[in-house]
């Protein structure tokens, strides 16, 4: 999976990038100036997309050009190399897909009338294709379906970074699809979690918390959704450390966090519970057994044998 050059339709391009043209660049007599393909350099950018560049040629000769007469050179040498949209538009990648499940509201027992059903998973490119130039997406998404597949080597490293969604995915119990390798996976799932559960979980509901302050000095409101979400982060957190495992479903709290969700509990009282939260889990960071880090060498080994077995036609 290569990393190619930033690149965005919007972007505009700054005084010193070197373009190619696309274009032929001719005199007012119709001679060739400089022809299709020459490098310039920008010497005066637009404030907009609708007004040209200033580019000057190795010749010193200067021109203006438009957005779409031009081109980073960068991007231009980089042609399709890594261009894993390529890949996605010649293969559907979505009869390999290995783990499907749901999670979100639905596994939550949040889900009310009208809740979205949110599809997880894993997919094996083919070898062939793994290895190609283009290479592969990291991601599948769906918007339409509310499907989202991680690649197998994203995904486990996003497990191994102890990112909550992933390891949801791997403790939720509404699993749709699992292929011979995805219940292997399953099976192994423990050697992800470790204390950096803590760090993660912690760190990113104390900045989520932070902003939603500030939105609340700011315009007097917050996103009750987020938030409750953000205690479920809390309290599957504390879990995790102390007994080992993802808990999903929210059970015991489930008509405290809808109560958050509707905005009938008030910030006052959801913060003293937030406070209380951190407090638990900084105990359980110190009492837990699980390991400073997750068993990288199990992760490892098995995505040496998945990149192996998508050798085969069949999906493993």
């Known amino acids: ?56 040629f190795a010749d010193g000769a200067e021109e203006s050009l438009h957005r779409d007469q031009l081109t980073m050179l ?13 890949a996605a ?8 897909v290995i783990y499907r499940c749901v999670i979100g509201s639905q596994a939550y027992g949040l889900a009310g009338e009208g809740s979205d059903i949110d599809r997880r998973g894993i997919y094996l490119p083919p070898a062939d294709l793994h290895w190609s130039l283009y290479g592969v997406p990291d991601q599948l998404e769906n918007e339409a379906t509310q499907e989202a597949y991680w690649e197998v080597q994203k995904f486990l490293v996003l497990a191994l970074k102890a990112n909550p969604n992933v390891l949801e995915c791997l403790y939720t119990p509404m699993v749709e699809k699992a292929t011979p390798l995805a219940e292997r996976l399953l099976a192994m799932r423990g050697c992800f979690l470790s204390r950096m559960v803590y760090q993660t979980y912690n ?17 007097g409101q917050v996103k009750w959704k987020h938030v409750m979400h953000l205690i479920r982060l809390l309290l ?45 889990f900084n105990a359980a960071s110190e009492a837990t057994t699980l390991p400073e880090r997750p068993d990288y060498e199990q992760a490892n080994a098995i995505l040496v044998e998945a990149r192996r077995l998508a050798l085969a036609e069949e999906l493993p």
């Open 236 to 280: 599957s957190g504390i879990r995790i450390l102390r007994e080992g495992f993802v808990p999903v479903r929210v059970e015991e709290h489930r008509e405290k966090l809808l109560a958050i969700r509707r905005g009938e509990m008030p910030w006052e009282q959801v913060e003293d519970w937030r406070l209380r939260l951190h407090q638990e």
């Open 1 to 56: 999976m290569t990393d190619r050059v930033h690149y965005h339709s919007d972007l505009i391009y700054s005084v010193g990038t070197q373009v190619v043209t696309l274009i032929d660049v001719v005199r007012q007599n119709g001679n060739v100036l400089h022809p299709r393909g020459s490098v310039g350099v920008i010497v005066r950018s637009p404030a907009d997309l609708d007004h040209p560049y200033r580019v000057r």
């Open 89 to 96: 538009g010649r293969h559907n990648l979505y009869e390999r």
């Open 203 to 219: 760190g990113y509901v104390l900045s989520q918390f932070k902003k939603m302050q500030a939105d609340l000095r700011n315009q």
């Open 74 to 86: 960068a991007r231009y040498k980089e042609a399709e190399i890594g261009d894993a949209a390529i």
